[in-house]
């Protein structure tokens, strides 16, 4: 096999944002685990960490600095209540964003649970050359996301294109 038909192991962090879940309880950020390992990927780091803007923003930017880190999952905090901040904290550190992400997502979201599907503020970006990626906090959206989107756009086989591919030139000027 050559270089060019071989699949890049992916270096990603998963991170839960919630103000009650645990590592014993994280259902959505286990199921994000469990679908990156299957897929052949590097699980670097998951973290829970809380509904507040500085604390995800925290995580993200030493992530972001990391070049052990190429992609970033959070799980929870999308919605449109008060305590719900990831977008806020996502989309302030974001040199590029990528809006197909979200509409594909609502897309495919609507397929199982119709309009409720506006709810979600689900976001993705770019930023130092590391993808960002805000999913909805239930198990069903982490896994919507991942199984029909996620999984081969961070697959560098997958044609006629992916994000993989992308990542040398990130940081192009």
């Not at 050559?2 to 192991?9: E, G, P, Q, W």
């Not at 904290?89 to 397929?111: C, D, N, T, V």
């Amino acid at each position: 096999m050559d270089a060019s038909t071989r699949k890049k192991v992916v270096n990603i962090t998963i991170m839960t944002v919630s103000d009650t879940r645990t590592e014993a309880d994280d259902k959505s950020g286990q199921t994000l685990v469990e679908r990156v390992q299957a897929a052949g990927h590097r699980v670097v780091e998951k973290l829970i960490v809380k509904d507040e803007v500085p604390v995800i923003q925290s995580a993200l930017k030493r992530w972001i600095a990391s070049p052990d880190v190429d992609v970033v999952i959070a799980t929870g905090g999308t919605g449109v209540t008060g305590r719900d901040v990831t977008p806020e904290a996502f989309e302030a550190l974001y040199e590029k964003s990528i809006p197909g992400f979200g509409e594909l997502f609502r897309w495919l979201s609507y397929q199982n649970i119709k309009t409720s599907t506006i709810q979600s503020r689900a976001t993705a970006g770019v930023a130092n050359g590391t993808f960002l990626f805000a999913l909805p906090g239930s198990t069903g959206a982490c896994k919507d996301a991942w199984d029909q989107i996620l999984v081969h756009q961070l697959d560098s086989t997958h044609k006629p294109c992916n994000l993989v591919e992308l990542m040398p030139r990130l940081l192009e000027k």
